[in-house]
């Protein structure tokens, strides 16, 4: 078993778990991570990525890797980290990251840079879950001055985070809409006991809810959904929960001072070290990293 194992950039989920790598006993190698202090002597920090690379052939970065395909996303770093200039220090090393771009996949297999990729690992991605929709819910409460429960509650979408929402809210007292397109969805959401709403009928319910949450990654509340909002339900609240370029269109919410809060990036934030833990018993799950996990 390889002990040496690089961390490059990454946020509070990568600090938590080089933590929990070096306890095990592995010696851990930094880099774009510096602003972050350390109690452990088996945690290096390195002055560059050669350094780092020169003892590690395994590199683990953050989820995502980058949030715009240029720069790795290393929020503990003072510097920004150039992706096109670490591609010959990774060279004929294994990358493990999450949500990297297929352009940036195609640009590592040019430059022999092994891919690992968490979110392609259904087991983290439904352990997500959990903090997503307690990070959801968390939002809510923070933005309302009154309690879920006895609430009017619509959830967008009726995917993996949609469902154990709705669940959690339901179980808080909630009343639960769910609006879906696909017609096996809509049986479910009658079946869980939740209020069905077919998206084609959308509009005409909007101003019935004191929340709405957004899970679909494809605009739904555009313009005239937002401006049927603003004329009939203006304390209504908007929550965003999927990724870019999300459900909602935001500034036209501005536009209508409908009040919208962006949540992205809820396990990283909420529960950073329950995440991290979620991502080394994926790590120790991969078959082609068994000689290092």
């Not at 297999?109 to 819910?137: C, F, H």
């Not at 923070?142 to 469902?163: H, M, P, Q, Y």
């Not at 919208?260 to 995440?275: C, F, R, S, Y």
Request: aromatic share 8%; with cysteine; glycine share 6%.
């Amino acid at each position: 078993m390889s002990k040496n194992i690089g961390i490059l950039g990454g946020d509070l989920r990568i600090v938590f778990l080089s933590k929990m790598l070096a306890e095990d006993g592995y010696t851990i190698y930094t880099y774009g991570i510096e602003n972050i202090d350390y109690y452990n002597c088996k945690i290096i920090k390195c002055e560059t990525i050669e350094e780092m690379s020169k003892y590690c052939n395994c590199i683990i970065s953050g989820i995502p890797f980058s949030k715009d395909g240029v720069y790795i996303n290393s929020p503990f770093s003072s510097k920004e980290i150039l992706i096109s200039s670490v591609l010959n220090d990774l060279a004929n090393k294994t990358l493990i990251a999450g949500s990297i771009k297929k352009e940036l996949k195609e640009e590592f297999y040019k430059n022999k840079i092994k891919i690992i990729d968490l979110m392609d690992y259904e087991s983290l991605t439904i352990l997500n879950v959990i903090p997503t929709v307690e990070g959801a819910i968390q939002v809510a409460m923070e933005n309302t001055d009154f309690t879920i429960n006895d609430s009017k509650c619509l959830v967008l979408g009726f995917g993996r985070i949609a469902k154990l929402l709705s669940k959690r809210l339901k179980d808080l007292g909630a009343n639960v809409s769910c609006m879906a397109r696909k017609e096996k969805d809509l049986a479910w959401i009658k079946a869980y006991g939740y209020k069905e709403i077919h998206i084609n009928n959308l509009i005409e319910n909007l101003n019935k809810y004191d929340i709405i949450f957004n899970t679909v990654p494809a605009v739904i509340l555009n313009d005239e959904k937002l401006k049927f909002l603003k004329d009939k339900n203006k304390d209504v609240k908007l929550i965003e929960l999927a990724s870019k370029p999300g459900g909602i269109d935001i500034e036209k919410a501005k536009e209508y001072n409908i009040k919208t809060i962006e949540a992205l990036g809820l396990p990283g934030k909420v529960a950073p070290l329950t995440t991290a833990k979620y991502i080394k018993q994926t790590l120790k799950n991969i078959d082609e990293l068994q000689y290092i996990f």
